[in-house]
């Protein structure tokens, strides 16, 4: 397997942390010494661990951004039947 090399850049934030040490953060990374990419995944407390995560070109960061600031956060706490479920016809296909 090969070795994977990355480079934090910038810490820009963290969204949660455990009392395990991990913690879930926003930053930009190069990895294996490519152009930086915003990126979001689990850290281990030192940075040398990581999980997976999702890493995100600039034209991605910026439609997640559009995404993010057009939705109602109150639908985060919203719970659904099955019913109403099917019957949502909100989705919008970002592509």
Known sequence: MAEIRYKIIKRLGVINSSNNGWAKEVNIVSWN????????????????????GIT????EAEKLREILNSMDMDDLEQRYSKDEFALLDEYVDVR
């Open 33 to 52: 010494d490519g152009a930086a990419k915003l990126d979001i995944r689990d850290w281990e407390q030192s940075s040398n661990k990581m999980r997976k």
């Open 56 to 59: 995100l070109f600039r034209d």
